[in-house]
Each structure stands twice: as C-alpha cells, then as structure tokens.
T-cell receptor, first 117, second 117 residues
Framework: AQKVTQAQTEISVVEKEDVTLDCVYE???????LFWYKQPPSGELVFLIR??????QNEISGRYSWNFQKSTSSFNFTITASQVVDSAVYFC??????????????FGKGTKLSVIP | GAVVSQHPSRVICKSGTSVKIECRSL??????MFWYRQFPKQSLMLMAT?????????EQGVEKDKFLINHASLTLSTLTVTSAHPEDSSFYIC?????????????FGPGTRLTVT
C-alpha cells in the first residue's frame, strides 16, 4: 500500500522568509510519480510539479524548488522569499500501482502555509 | 490542454433530495475518472474510480448505492448523491486521466461544494 506523510500540519512564516515543506512517502513500486499541489482558499487544486522515481535531479522553478531523495523516500518543497500569495494548503501525492491493480493517487494530509505580511 | 470542468461549482439541497454533479474533460478523452471527497481541513479521499463504459470501483467504506457514478462517455462522468443528508456536505472533486497516454497523470476539476440543509 502507498502512504504519504506530511508531518507539518501548519506553518507560519513572515513574508520574504524561506520555508520548506516536508514529504515522506512509502511504496513498494519501483516506478512511481510524486506530485505537489497547491490548494488556495478557493479550493481548486493547482498542479505544481511531477517527478518520476528515476529522476532524482532537483528542480527549480522561480521561487520554488524541490529536493527528491530516494534514499530517504523524501520529496521536499522549498519556497524562497515567501509571499502572501503563497498562503495555501500544499499537498504532496504519490501515484503508484495500488493493491487493487490500478494506478491511484495517494495524498498526504496537507500542510497549511500562512505567510504573514 | 488537459482541462477538466465540474458543474455545478456550488449546490445547496435539502435533506432527503438527490443531487447530480457533472465532471467533463474538455480537450482529451478521459478513459478513467476519479471522484474524491474533501471534508474541511482534511485531505482528499478517493471515493471511486470509473473506467468508461464500466461500473465504478468504490473504495472501502463508500456506499455505492448512495453515491451513484456513471461514466457513459469518454468525456463525461456524473456523481449522484442520493437521499443526501447533512453529513454528506463536503467538497467533491473529480479528476480525469487518459490511460492510453499516461497512466500516472490525473487532471483535476475545480470542485463542487455541496451543502445539505
């Protein structure tokens, strides 16, 4: 079975601070994908990144960066110079073969980020 | 590309009535659609998976007679909440994937907020 753990329930930072959101996953599959989504108060999920299990290169997109380490089964997300607009709930998710034989997304419980001006 | 719409975005219904939520893939063929439910301050929980032309597969604990899912075409799936009760009030999100091209990716709709009074 798949499992995604986001240990940080809520984080508050002051604007312009850097913040890292942690994500640890469990799967027996050797081929899988990891995702990060942002959910603002409106509720719509915003796709941020997708990473496959064979690509451990870190990725940077503007103020966002992701650190994927298979050795520790972690896929952490860092926001540099945070802004108030970054305030949202962030979900880490894993796509892998489920016990029922289909590919499903398993979500972590989410981390609520509040950026204080 | 890969746009998924949901209708309605918000619905209020009286206890005991039924409500239908539509999920459409606008620019691709959705061979598989997923329905999720999200209670306030919680994560997304998968309710069911449906393949076009087949009966939906429900997750454990989800009443299939209460949550009727129809996936009659490659662009449309519907979720009908029958005999709704206040505890069914939640945010319902659908997602769609084209398994012929990518078995791992899901594209999310904007969600439907259901309130049962």
């Amino acid at each position: 079975a798949q499992k995604v753990t986001q240990a940080q329930t809520e984080i508050s930072v002051v604007e312009k601070e850097d913040v890292t959101l942690d994500c640890v996953y469990e799967t027996r599959d050797t081929t899988y994908y990891l995702f990060w989504y942002k959910q603002p108060p409106s509720g719509e999920l915003v796709f941020l990144i997708r990473r496959n299990s064979f690509d451990e290169q870190n990725e940077i997109s503007g103020r966002y960066s992701w650190n994927f380490q298979k050795s520790t089964s972690s896929f952490n997300f860092t926001i540099t110079a945070s802004q108030v607009v970054d305030s949202a709930v962030y979900f880490c998710a894993l796509s892998a073969l489920s016990g029922a034989g289909s590919y499903q997304l398993t979500f972590g419980k989410g981390t609520k980020l509040s950026v204080i001006p | 590309g890969a746009v998924v719409s949901q209708h309605p975005s918000r619905v209020i219904c009286k206890s005991g009535t039924s409500v239908k939520i539509e999920c459409r893939s606008l620019d691709f063929q959705a061979t598989t659609m997923f329905w999720y439910r999200q209670f306030p301050k919680q994560s997304l929980m998968l309710m069911a998976t449906s393949n076009e032309g087949s009966k939906a597969t429900y997750e454990q604990g989800v009443e299939k007679d209460k949550f009727l899912i129809n996936h009659a075409s490659l662009t449309l799936s519907t979720l009908t909440v029958t005999s709704a009760h206040p505890e069914d009030s939640s945010f319902y999100i659908c997602s769609a994937s084209d398994r012929t091209s990518d078995i791992y990716e899901q594209y999310f709709g904007p969600g439907t907020r259901l309130t049962v009074t």
